[in-house]
């Protein structure tokens, strides 16, 4: 017991000495950490030995200790009032002074517009895959059911740098390649970047963004292609935007549609409409029924499964969202043009 | 290609409002692009397919206008004034090559008198936007708009030996053309001859030696059919591209030469010729019918909805295709040779979705069984990049992925350029091999446009080969110049700097949880001497950052100091991430000491923390450099360094003279290497 009343007298001069020493707040934290810490502090472990006590000694010790607790906490409490800085009483500032501005980056607004669209896909189960932009000719037409040498190959007009490897012209190499690799059920969409031998004009571009989706499952018919495309559309747009399938021709689907939208720029009543040149539609779409060939040239039977497919330019329809006259306006980079979009 | 609805009267009596039309047009696949009121006639502009060469003829589109409506084609008379000369006293047709014409019919007329065509001819020639220029020629562009089979017109007298041969070209050989430029043939390029020389680029353009002219009197008429990928070979080859090549490339009716030769003979009976009797036909092999199975379940499993079977027998009957019932919903269909779209029953599919008309079609939403979904790690650590790159004030941009070649000299590099071979201009004649490129062009653009600032980055490939491989791959780049943001009373703009940027690229690197990252000093050739960063993970250059080289920012006339970085996507992607782990909170609390020193300015920041780091201080839990400034208070080429030591134990406080201890240890060391000295007012 005598030793305990030591070492309390002990502990007394060790925290004055050490109190002496503090110049700043910091130090001073860091004796009253020292002491008063509730799980280790020294305090803490003097209590602790108030245990070994006897019980008639205990009431005394244990008020020496207590003073002593006090003592330091009156002490630092003092020291901290000490070192804290004044509070000052809030200035009275012109509250109508503007906020500080807060400055963040905008996405480009091509890119802005194909995540609106994977996002609509990725709730009906899609998944998105991508591919290289450097294909063969195989992957890009003749899997595809572009005879060699058909006419057809001159809507995709292509940038080539060998007779066989070109600049695809379009996501559809995609397609093959998971076909490929994976059997039905698949449902994929393939955004990227798509390349044509064209000379840059308001409307066409020798470089822009498509996005491509198959379906090919069993019992997949037209009415389903009809209908995802008419909620893709309805998202995208507007639930009572007016939609139109008519028949058209790629050589990878059989029957083809193109899907046209309604004018929404002047409804379709405008004789020269910039948008629609006054027939009150614009085709958004192209797609159809997986060709058969296409099927059998990545093993997949005809017979048994079938399945649509569907792509669409993100920039041309980005366009018609966003009302803006001139594809160039994407790759320019302006970006009076692009920091827009930080808002969408 | 335009259509007049005056001529489609010729082929069926058509009575409706022009916008009906339309519609009606529209919804079978004939899309009417435009049209137009002319002369008292209407002109509509269909946009044809690359498969459906019989819709580039007056006739082939009043025959889906006819089914459409259900309408009768008329029967088409083709009256004739005839000589008493038989024609194969007067020609000699051979066939030598006929894998490139399987078929060849000719005609001949005597006695036409040349002169201008009848009004109702002219009117019809103009309504197809060409010039009228004789009656022969302009009968000839009249069967050819008429019936999709285009035909030629030979002045008889001038065919040497009065021999046709039909004859692939010897190499060497010319051709005067129509449009008076001299031709070289070669060996794969099909010919008209005569016994002389070659007269006509089979299918594509006639010679001007054969050529009809005011003084012809008899004529020959050429009706045939050549191999479509023959004529579009020759057509590109030669780079003639005419109406005839335009069909014959997509394939041409081989049961029609007959029928349309013998309607030119018709028109020329009109304007006094004598027709010899008997028509040339050769036909050496006779193509046979195609027969297509069609079975009704498969036209409702693939349109989804159930079409009567007398619609489809009638339908199909009406576009000219025979129908045998084999059995109960299955048919043997036969393919007419004008359809060389339809070779199997999906293609009779589309034919019944055609004309039943696609609005009718239900929308379904199809049953959506669960699969596995591809998963694409790539794309999602893209977005989580975009995310921070925007919340770093950098504005994203994507450029054209071609290249100028003299722009690319500039950025010299390992990576040898892929050049494409037919690019849409010089300028854009490789495919990038950096995005630095794009990303100083729009430097400049915005600059050049009042931009104060300008901070954007842009994700996307750069290309390269490798001996014959082409290889594209994955970059991120970012470039900074100036201060973005506006200027405010209580916050600066952002300003550009190497260091804001190196900041970006350790978030970056530590958000995408690639923590054991290094920068090196090393000089990189897109970076001004001694004033780059190349950027290192687990051994291997993931990127690299600095101010551009003066002479790359020369080439962009860009005069002020630009900041760029550009790392290796694909590479960093390819790299296992850290997993993320969590670690217990420590609950005893922290001694922090203050240090600040006097230092030569010369001691890179990299050898004070390796120094420190060696020290191996237990309980040094870390340490930063919170300030550091020269100046008045501090002699010359010295400089005030600022630390703040934060030390913790994780099982107990720690003690003021524990961490004095390792205070003294770090002073001493600093002092030691370095030369350190503490600065006045010293532990603070
Ligand atoms: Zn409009």
Redesign the interface.
């Known amino acids: 017991m005598e030793n305990l009343k030591i070492e309390i007298q002990n502990k007394r001069k060790a925290f004055e000495n ?1 109190l002496a020493k503090v110049k ?1 707040k ?2 001073l ?3 009253r ?2 002491y008063l ?1 509730r ?3 020294i305090i803490t472990g003097i209590f602790e030995q108030l245990k070994h006590v006897k019980p008639d000694e205990k009431p005394e010790i244990g008020k020496l200790i207590n003073d002593f607790k006090k003592h330091v906490q009156e002490r630092v409490q003092a020291l901290q009032e000490k070192f804290a800085a004044p509070k000052k009483a809030l200035e009275k500032v012109d509250l109508t ?2 906020g ?2 807060k ?6 607004p ?2 802005l517009f194909q995540q609106k669209i994977e996002n609509i896909f990725l709730r ?2 899609f ?4 591919g ?3 294909e063969t000719d195989y992957y890009n037409f003749g899997a595809l059911n572009f005879p ?5 190959r ?2 995709w007009d292509t ?4 007779d066989d ?1 070109l ?1 695809r012209t379009h996501t559809s190499p995609v397609q093959i390649r ?1 076909m490929e690799k ?1 059997k039905p ?4 969409i393939n955004p990227g ?1 798509v ?1 044509r ?4 004009d308001p409307t066409h571009l ?2 822009f963004y498509q996005v491509e989706g198959l ?1 090919v ?8 292609l ?3 495309l ?2 893709f559309l309805k998202t995208l747009f507007h639930e009572k935007i007016k939609i ?6 790629f ?1 990878f689907t ?5 899907v046209d939208i309604e004018c929404t720029v002047c409804g379709g009543k405008s004789e020269d409409c910039r948008v629609c ?1 006054g ?1 009150g539609w614009i085709e958004i779409l192209g797609s159809g ?1 997986v ?3 296409v099927l059998k040239n990545v093993n997949i039977d ?1 017979e048994k499964y ?1 399945g649509f497919a569907f792509g669409l330019g993100v920039d041309r329809t980005a366009m018609f969202a966003y009302q803006i006259p001139d594809m160039r306006y ?7 043009f ?2 827009q979009f ?1 808002l969408k | 290609m335009k259509i007049s609805l005056d001529w489609i009267q010729n082929y069926i009596d058509v009575d409706l409002p022009v916008s009906r039309l339309v519609e009606v047009l ?4 004939l ?1 009417i ?2 049209w137009e009121e002319k002369n008292g006639d209407i002109i509509l502009d269909v946009e044809t ?4 060469p019989d819709t580039l003829g007056h006739m082939g589109i009043a025959r889906e206008l006819a089914a459409a409506l259900g309408l009768a084609l008329k029967e088409q008379r083709l009256p004739l004034t005839e000589t008493n000369e038989n024609i194969s006293d007067l020609i000699d047709v051979q066939i030598w090559d006929e894998d490139l014409c399987p078929r060849y019919c000719g005609m001949i007329v005597k006695n036409i008198k040349i002169g201008p065509s009848p009004e109702w001819l002219i009117k019809k020639i103009e309504a197809m936007e060409l010039n009228p220029i004789n009656n022969v020629v302009d009968v000839t562009n009249y069967v050819l708009f008429a019936t999709a089979q285009p035909i030629h017109a030979f002045d008889l007298d001038k065919i040497a030996g009065r021999k046709i041969i039909i004859r692939r070209a010897k190499q060497g050989e010319k051709l005067l053309s129509l449009e008076a430029k001299d031709v070289d043939l070669t060996s794969e390029m099909l010919v008209i001859a005569d016994e002389e020389k070659p007269v006509a680029l089979a299918g594509v353009i006639g010679g001007e030696n054969t050529a009809v002219s005011d003084s012809s009197q008899n004529v020959f008429i050429e009706s045939a059919h050549f191999d ?2 023959s004529v ?2 020759t057509s590109k080859a030669t780079g003639i591209q005419t109406d005839a090549a ?1 069909r014959f ?2 394939g041409a009716d081989v049961s029609f030469p007959p029928k349309a030769a013998r309607m030119a003979a018709s028109l020329f009976s009109q304007f006094g010729g004598k027709v010899c009797k008997g028509i040339v036909d050769v036909y050496p092999k006779p193509r046979k019918i195609k027969t297509v199975m069609l079975r009704d379940h498969r036209v409702t ?5 159930e079409i009567d079977n007398g619609f489809i027998e009638k339908t199909l009957a009406d576009l000219g295709f025979q129908m045998e019932n084999k059995q109960p919903g299955i048919w043997q269909v036969k393919i007419p040779h004008f359809r060389i779209d339809i070779e ?4 009779l ?2 034919e019944i ?2 004309f039943y008309g ?2 009718k ?11 596995e ?4 790690p ?2 999602e650590r893209i977005q989580t990049l ?1 995310q921070l ?14 290249m100028d070649p003299e722009k690319e000299k500039k950025f010299t590099s390992d990576l040898d350029p ?8 010089t300028k ?1 004649a490789f ?1 990038r091999t950096t995005l630095l490129g794009g990303l100083l062009e ?1 430097v400049a ?2 600059t050049n ?1 009042g ?1 104060e600032g ?4 842009e994700i ?2 750069i ?1 390269h080969m490798d001996n014959e491989t ?1 290889n ?1 791959h994955l970059r991120l780049s970012m470039v900074m110049t100036g201060s ?3 200027r ?4 600066k ?2 300003e550009g700097s190497f260091f804001h940027l190196k900041g970006t690229c350790e978030a970056l690197m530590a958000q995408l949880r690639y923590g054991s990252f290094s920068f090196q000093e090393e000089n990189h050739p897109h970076y001004q001497e001694g004033c780059s960063l190349v950027l290192h993970f687990k051994g291997e250059e993931i990127g690299c950052l600095g101010a551009v080289d003066q002479k790359i920012l020369d080439a962009y006339l860009l005069k002020q100091e630009v900041w760029a970085a550009e790392i290796n996507l694909s590479l960093l992607f390819e790299k296992q991430a850290q997993a993320f782990q969590f670690s217990a909170v420590v ?3 922290s ?4 240090v600040s020193f006097v230092a030569d300015n010369n001691v890179a920041f990299e050898k004070i923390r390796e120094a420190l780091e060696k020290l191996h201080l237990p309980y040094l839990e870390k340490f930063t450099l919170y300030d550091r400034f020269a100046g008045s208070s501090i002699p010359q080429d010295k400089v005030s360094l600022s630390f703040r030591f934060i030390f913790r134990r994780p099982d ?2 720690l ?2 003279d524990e ?1 004095d201890v390792f205070q003294e240890k770090i002073i001493d060391t600093l002092k030691a290497r370095f030369h350190f000295q503490l600065r006045e007012g010293g532990e ?1």
């Open positions: 050490a700043d910091h130090s934290q860091d004796i950490n020292e810490s799980q280790r502090g002074l503007p500080e501005k400055y963040w980056g905008a996405p480009h091509i890119l009906m189960g998944s998105i895959v991508d290289p932009e450097i060699p040498h058909h006419p057809a001159d809507d940038l080539y740098i060998t490897v600049l998971v994976r059920p698949i449902r994929i970047k390349y031998k064209e000379a840059p020798p470089m379906v499952d069993l019992g997949i018919t037209f009415a389903h009809k209908g995802t008419e909620y139109r399938f008519r028949p058209s021709f050589p059989e029957p083809s549609a193109e040149g027939g029924m060709d058969p060939q005809p079938s994407f790759y320019e980079n302006d970006l009076r692009i920091r930080s | 529209d919804n079978i696949g899309l692009e435009d397919y690359a498969n459906r479509p990928v579009r070979k335009y490339e997509r499993s693939l349109l989804g909805v199997r029953e999906a293609d599919v589309e979705a055609r696609y609005e079609i239900p929308i379904q939403l199809p049953p959506l069984r669960s699969l979904p591809i998963l694409d790539k794309k975009r790159l925007f919340h770093y004030g950098f504005d994203e941009v994507v450029n054209f992925s071609f892929i050049p494409i071979r037919n690019p849409i201009s854009a495919l729009n653009w915005n446009r931009a300008v901070h954007i980055f996307g490939n290309f082409y594209e973005v943001g506006e405010h009373w209580k916050e703009s952002k609950k005893y609390p001694v922090n000491r203050d107990r406080t003690q003021a961490v603070n």
